[in-house]
């Protein structure tokens, strides 16, 4: 009798194991199914040469940005100048800190204006 209880517990376990591995791979085809129906489409090479174009139109700008002069409103009085000048200018500037920050204090106020309130119609 000893022989047919173990025969049964040996079957359930190769049951067991089978179900397992079968399991796993039923997960490892559905993981690899959805990777493949959920991957995006590849890039065309002409879109990759456009956006090449694009992204050096865009640095050129920034470069030339970063790197001129210009006057962007006169009424106020902006300029822009190159990062190198403006960082020597600030360097200069904040080797006094006191006078840096007085300086930087009327330009703040020079450069905000305060809106006041509207009037309340039923005062």
């Known amino acids: 009798m000893s022989n047919q209880t173990s025969c049964c517990e040996c079957s359930k376990t190769t049951a067991t194991v089978a179900g397992v591995i079968g399991a796993c791979l039923v997960v490892a085809a559905l993981v690899y199914v959805m990777q493949k129906v959920t991957a995006p489409p590849a890039v ?3 879109r990759v040469q ?3 174009k694009n992204l050096a139109e865009i640095r050129a700008a920034n470069q030339e940005g970063l ?3 210009a006057l962007l409103d006169a009424p106020h009085g902006t300029y822009r ?3 190198e000048t403006a960082v020597k200018m600030a360097l200069e500037e904040w080797r006094d800190p006191a006078a840096g920050r007085s300086n930087l204090i009327q330009r703040v106020d020079k ?3 305060v809106i006041a309130p509207p009037k309340n119609p039923f005062d």
């Open 50 to 52: 456009e956006r090449l």
């Open 67 to 69: 790197a001129s002069y």
């Open 111 to 113: 450069a905000t204006v």
């Open 81 to 83: 100048i190159p990062v």
């Open 44 to 46: 065309a090479q002409v």
